[in-house]
T-cell receptor, first 117, second 116 residues
Framework: AQTVTQSQPEMSVQEAETVTLSCTYDTSESDYYLFWYKQPPSRQMILVIRQEAYKQQNATENRFSVNFQKAAKSFSLKISDSQLGDAAMYFCAYRSPATSGTYKYIFGTGTRLKVLA | EAGVTQFPSHSVIEKGQTVTLRCDPISGHDNLYWYRRVMGKEIKFLLHFVKESKQDESGMPNNRFLAERTGGTYSTLKVQPAELEDSGVYFC??????????????FGPGTRLTVL
């Protein structure tokens, strides 16, 4: 069975600085999808970034980028030029390919990011 | 486009009572998912509907939980009778295509259930 581990329950970053949130996963599948979701306080989860395992190039969305290391089964999220609005709980998630017959996400326990002014 | 909505936002009930949670997916999304997060733990999958059919209910914890999606639109999740360990945040998500690589699940704000 697949598992997702986020080893940092809480992280802090100074405004305008860079922070990296870690995520590791375990799977025997060769094709899969990885996601980072953000949940601001009292608001709904929104997708930050996604990565297809077959793509070697790391995904980037503005100030958010990932470091995808397939062999190491690592999928870290880097937030550059951190802003107060980045404060949230961040969840890493895994999804099997469609051929597996299941579309469910497998989540980590989350990392709470605090941004200090 | 309206997002996924969930009702109520918070429910407090006593052990043994019944609670029904509701989820309205994004219009046009055939796929609807229920997840649950128990305090401090990971978000866990409960089940997946494609239209009105249960595609995957492997995460449902026991027969005290009943999910329905009549007509393939909104879905309800009933817990009867509720136990203390059912406390947590219940998330609903929807997606348009399901298994294709470009599909993304959009999440609602969650219902916080507290069982006393």
């Amino acid at each position: 069975a697949q598992t997702v581990t986020q080893s940092q329950p809480e992280m802090s970053v100074q405004e305008a600085e860079t922070v990296t949130l870690s995520c590791t996963y375990d799977t025997s599948e060769s094709d899969y999808y990885l996601f980072w979701y953000k949940q601001p306080p009292s608001r709904q989860m929104i997708l930050v970034i996604r990565q297809e395992a077959y793509k070697q190039q790391n995904a980037t969305e503005n100030r958010f980028s990932v470091n995808f290391q397939k062999a190491a089964k690592s999928f870290s999220l880097k937030i550059s030029d951190s802003q107060l609005g980045d404060a949230a709980m961040y969840f890493c998630a895994y999804r099997s390919p469609a051929t597996s017959g299941t579309y469910k996400y497998i989540f980590g326990t989350g990392t709470r990011l605090k941004v200090l002014a | 486009e309206a997002g996924v909505t969930q009702f109520p936002s918070h429910s407090v009930i006593e052990k043994g009572q019944t609670v029904t949670l509701r989820c309205d997916p994004i219009s046009g999304h055939d796929n609807l998912y229920w997840y649950r997060r128990v305090m401090g733990k990971e978000i866990k999958f409960l089940l997946h509907f494609v239209k009105e059919s249960k595609q995957d209910e492997s995460g449902m914890p026991n027969n005290r939980f009943l999910a329905e999606r009549t007509g393939g639109t909104y879905s309800t999740l009933k817990v009867q009778p509720a136990e203390l360990e059912d406390s947590g945040v219940y998330f609903c998500a929807s997606s348009r295509f399901g298994g294709v690589s470009t599909d993304t699940q959009y999440f609602g704000p969650g219902t916080r259930l507290t069982v006393l």
